[in-house]
T-cell receptor, first 111, second 114 residues
Framework: GQQLNQSPQSMFIQEGEDVSMNCTSSSIFNTWLWYKQDPGEGPVLLIALYKAGELTSNGRLTAQFGITRKDSFLNISASIPSDVGIYFCAGDTNTGNQFYFGTGTSLTVIP | DAGITQSPRHKVTETGTPVTLRCHQTENHRYMYWYRQDPGHGLRLIHYSYGVKDTDKGEVSDGYSVSRSKTEDFLLTLESATSSQTSVYFC?????????????FGQGTRLTVV
């Protein structure tokens, strides 16, 4: 399967700080998706990206589709306690609508 | 919330018994998926479907089979459950928005094989 490297694996930050995480692939993707998962729940879609270079925001979240189409970035500004969770990136090569997932970034926000 | 319902939400079963998990959608999406989630591995694709009676294998399909007799239902069957299949199973559906393709997840089924 496709290899998606997501980093960092975990982050411990103070409330109010900004967060950055990224995802890289060995293959070109046509779509990048970012999800957040709370304990005991399914992943929830945060942001979808469809064009190389695209920058999209959803509240305090901003994600970018890398120009090479092999990477994507997610930034969270002014973190708050409810940002705690696991963030996943996912990519679609557009060959049969198969989505491949990174291993996740676990975010802890210290009040 | 996307209209995806997984059942059961929790199940404990014995090694060697057959188990079927159900995914039901109300969105009329063409694509449906089964993933498993394990610590350190993220989400791994088991099988997916691109239409009624049309299915294909994912990266971890051994020991699993699927069926899709209606657009809205996608079943995952463990023919003879093993302890290595203890996991959280997620169903997902894929639809197209104005920009492109998105995938939405159910709430998961926690399966324990003892």
């Amino acid at each position: 399967g496709q290899q998606l490297n997501q980093s960092p694996q975990s982050m411990f930050i103070q409330e109010g700080e900004d967060v950055s995480m990224n995802c890289t692939s060995s293959s070109i993707f046509n779509t990048w998706l970012w999800y957040k998962q709370d304990p005991g729940e399914g992943p929830v879609l945060l942001i979808a990206l469809y064009k190389a270079g695209e920058l999209t925001s959803n509240g305090r979240l901003t994600a970018q589709f890398g120009i090479t189409r092999k990477d994507s970035f997610l930034n969270i500004s002014a973190s708050i306690p409810s940002d705690v969770g696991i963030y996943f990136c996912a990519g679609d090569t557009n060959t049969g609508n198969q989505f491949y997932f990174g291993t996740g970034t676990s975010l802890t926000v210290i009040p | 919330d996307a209209g995806i319902t997984q059942s059961p939400r929790h199940k404990v079963t014995e090694t060697g018994t057959p188990v079927t998990l159900r995914c039901h959608q109300t969105e009329n999406h063409r694509y449906m998926y089964w993933y498993r989630q394990d610590p350190g591995h993220g989400l791994r694709l088991i099988h997916y479907s691109y239409g009624v009676k049309d299915t294909d294998k994912g990266e971890v399909s051994d020991g699993y089979s699927v069926s899709r007799s209606k657009t809205e239902d996608f079943l995952l069957t463990l023919e003879s459950a093993t302890s290595s299949q203890t996991s959280v199973y997620f169903c997902a559906i894929s639809g197209t928005s104005a920009g492109g393709t998105e995938a939405f997840f159910g709430q998961g089924t926690r399966l324990t094989v003892v």
